[in-house]
């Protein structure tokens, strides 16, 4: 079962805008949430976490909110530029048990001009 | 080195053949996971090793795949009898294993394709 769902595949943005990417997770045990960027040929780059006792955290152009009663979060990228287009995977950690992280399928961020 | 690095970047081998995928964690880094991503899928769990020992490898497929990391540092995911279906990027990550709120970091996979 997908216990971590991106359910848009792909996201086309201008440049300037706000990037909105979606994340939802069936798990109650998951209690620690990652943002990974993944170039064409290239691994994962970690990009910004939170942990269920926050609802929001912000780094630079980048903030990811979570809603934990409705196993949902969402990273925020403002203003959106060329350089941000990627795959975009939302992952999730059991901190009690640290053996895995969940990710989802992705989703592929666009940045037009 | 300063991040995880795999060996090697790409592989191409006949079915039926054996291959070995090689990581090498970030230095003092006691938790490692091996990952496969098919086309258009996110990473999948195969194996998690803390130190020495498998912790968890729920995540292996069938028997034909195995894992070791002898020395608590480097990995090597063996595979026997490659299958076509075994195609795709395996992923190495490492992390400190203490528990808590921490990140895994990636290294850039190795692209097996099975012929």
């Known amino acids: 079962d997908q216990q971590v769902k991106q359910n848009s595949p792909s996201l086309s943005v201008q440049e300037g805008r706000i990037s909105i990417l979606n994340c939802d997770y069936t798990n109650s045990m998951f209690d620690y949430f990652l943002w990974y960027k993944k170039y064409p040929a290239e691994g994962p780059t970690f990009l910004i976490s939170?942990?269920?006792?926050?609802d929001k955290n912000e780094d630079g152009r980048f903030t990811v909110f979570l809603n934990k009663s409705a196993k949902h979060l969402s990273l925020h990228i403002v203003p959106s530029q060329p350089g941000d287009s990627a795959v975009y995977f939302c992952?999730?950690?059991?901190?009690?048990?640290?053996?895995?992280?969940?990710f989802g399928t992705g989703t592929r961020l666009q940045v037009t001009l | 080195g300063a991040g995880v690095s795999q060996t090697p970047s790409n592989k191409v081998t006949e079915k039926g053949k054996y291959v070995e995928l090689r990581c090498d964690p970030i230095s003092g880094h006691t938790a490692l996971y091996w990952y496969r991503q098919s086309l258009g899928q996110g990473p999948e769990f195969l194996i998690y090793?803390?130190?020495?020992?498998?912790?968890?490898d729920s995540g292996l497929p069938n028997d034909r795949f195995f894992a070791v990391r002898p020395e608590g540092s480097v990995s090597t995911l063996k595979i026997q009898r490659t299958e076509r279906g075994d195609s795709a990027v395996y992923l190495c990550a490492s992390s400190t294993g203490q528990g808590g709120y921490t990140e895994a970091f990636f290294g850039q996979g190795t692209r097996l394709t099975v012929v």
């Open positions: 992952a999730a950690w059991n901190t009690g048990t640290a053996s895995k992280l969940t």
């Open positions: 939170i942990s269920s006792i926050k």
């Open positions: 090793f803390q130190g020495t020992g498998a912790a968890d």
